[in-house]
């Protein structure tokens, strides 16, 4: 009974912003890192972001300076701001997270998805 639920996607035109947002819920113990994928028509799923519970950050070359990652540990939340937003960075975004359920299982969730579509 975990659930990762995004929000905050959109179309947006190039150089602009979005902030996407990802609420974990349901019977977690703790939460380890938590990330930001996205795919591409095409394309694989890649790593754009991810923060560990103690807040080290690892982005993609593509994004390093233009987005931000961040958490709130007690409200189960990742933050994505997304600055100086480019066509390439058109995709479907997935949140992910690593964590440990109240009946002690260890595993990996995901979130259903949200659409960043970059206008020219």
């Known amino acids: 009974q975990v659930q990762l639920v995004e929000s905050g996607g959109g179309l947006v035109q190039s150089g602009g912003s979005l902030r996407l947002s990802c609420a974990a819920s349901?019977?977690?113990?703790?939460?380890?890192?938590m990330g930001w994928y996205r795919q591409a028509p095409g394309k694989q799923r890649e790593l754009v972001a991810a923060?560990?519970?103690?807040?080290?950050?690892n982005y993609a070359d593509s994004v390093k300076g233009r987005f931000t990652i961040s958490r709130d540990n007690a409200k189960n939340t990742v933050y994505l701001q997304m600055n100086s937003l480019k066509p390439e960075d058109t995709a479907v975004h997935y949140c992910?997270?690593?964590?440990?359920?109240?009946?002690?299982?260890?595993?990996?969730?995901w979130g259903q998805g949200t659409q960043v579509t970059v206008s020219s």
């Open positions: 923060i560990t519970r103690a807040g080290s950050t």
């Open positions: 992910h997270a690593n964590l440990v359920t109240l009946g002690g299982r260890y595993g990996d969730y």
């Open positions: 349901g019977s977690i113990f703790s939460i380890n890192h």
